[in-house]
């Protein structure tokens, strides 16, 4: 691996465990392992495991350790890491251990920076406290429900205080003065992580995401980042982000394992 590349990809996971940080989750490091726990915030991915980068592949008893440490404290077992950068073969064993792949997504970096032109109906910048209603249902319809936090009332104001805690801003996009889109930044240790991009349903089809991004990484760049990273799942919203400069780079996936233990403690019993 090009040795430029694996210091763009060090820089992105140590942003990642910061990131956690910041969002109130406990760090344990457990070779190969770092585990992240939040119970204050209890969902997948700020209860995880990850990976420490070009470590050593682990054991069985090893993986069912950290799965054990899961459990204990009520969740069902998450592995989530980037494929280049974790020990060859980890999929391998984690399958062996009764994991199965639930997601993969594509990491772009913004190579290209691009600065796109905004039409006169539009505007783009920092929500407000008036427009949170707004931006939890665009957040809430645009993600399933088994991912988004946005539509739970209770893990909604902890993750906004997370948020306000962590300097993390919302973005919006508003079209004759209605929000029409939304999105995450937050910008820590040089790196600008841009999320939850979404379009209101009666707005799509605009441009707005890509505005929307653009902007978002325009913001982080003046805070300070030298990298700006988001991450994609489908080929669609791939393209939407190559056209304003971000490129694939790396794959990240999750691997899971719910046994019915794991769903009768998910739902209460």
Known sequence: MDASIRTTLDSYETYLVEHNRSMGCMVTIRHPFVLFTNDEIAVPWYNYAGVVPWSEIPGRECIEEVMAHYRARGYSP???????????GLAEALQSA????????????????????????????????????AA???LGVSFDSGESAWQDPTVRIRL???MRAARMHQLGAWVDGQLAAAAHLHTGVGVGHITGV????????RGLAGLLTAYAARFA???????????????????????????RAVERVEYSVTTQVDRLKAEGF
């Open 78 to 88: 998450h592995f989530t890491f980037t494929l280049e950068t974790a020990p060859e």
């Open 98 to 133: 009764g994991c199965a792949l639930e997601s993969h997504k594509y990491v772009m970096f913004q190579y290209e920076p691009v600065d796109p032109s905004v039409p006169a109906d539009v505007r783009l910048g920092k929500t407000g406290p008036e427009d949170m209603p």
């Open 136 to 138: 939890g249902r665009i």
């Open 160 to 162: 906004v205080a997370r």
């Open 198 to 205: 979404a379009t209101a349903p009666e707005f799509r089809g």
């Open 221 to 247: 760049r003046e805070e300070g980042a030298t990298l700006v990273a988001l991450e994609v799942a489908t080929p669609d919203a791939e393209r939407v982000y190559a056209r304003i400069g971000f490129r």
